[in-house]
């Protein structure tokens, strides 16, 4: 229950940035629920086959965790690309 809290907020926010870049939001906050779900059951699988761990509790953090890397390479991703270019720079000095 936490990480849907978490994964709803987060996606709100990459939304958000990716409104800023003029980019559609709609589309990046899929992006980022599927990259939280990718990296979690990545995480999920290297833990059960490299280490046989097989906690609950251990793989509910080792998946959080993932799942949050995945966020953050969403993140990376839309922090790479440009702003929205102002219009408005181009008026300066014009008046």
């Known amino acids: 229950m936490l ?4 994964l709803y907020f987060l996606a709100r926010y990459n939304g958000n940035i ?9 589309t990046w906050k899929i992006y980022t ?17 490299l280490m046989e761990l097989k906690d609950i509790v251990s793989l509910l953090l080792i998946g959080l965790a ?3 890397g995945g966020f953050l390479l969403i993140k990376f ?13 181009e008026n300066i000095g014009r008046y």
């Open 66 to 68: 993932s799942g949050f």
């Open 33 to 49: 629920v599927v990259a939280w779900f990718a990296a979690e059951f990545i995480g999920y699988m290297l833990v059960i086959t």
């Open 77 to 89: 991703i839309l922090d790479k690309k440009p702003d929205i270019f102002n219009e408005d720079i």
């Open 18 to 26: 990716a409104a800023r870049k003029g980019l559609k939001p709609g």
């Open 3 to 6: 990480e849907i809290i978490a």
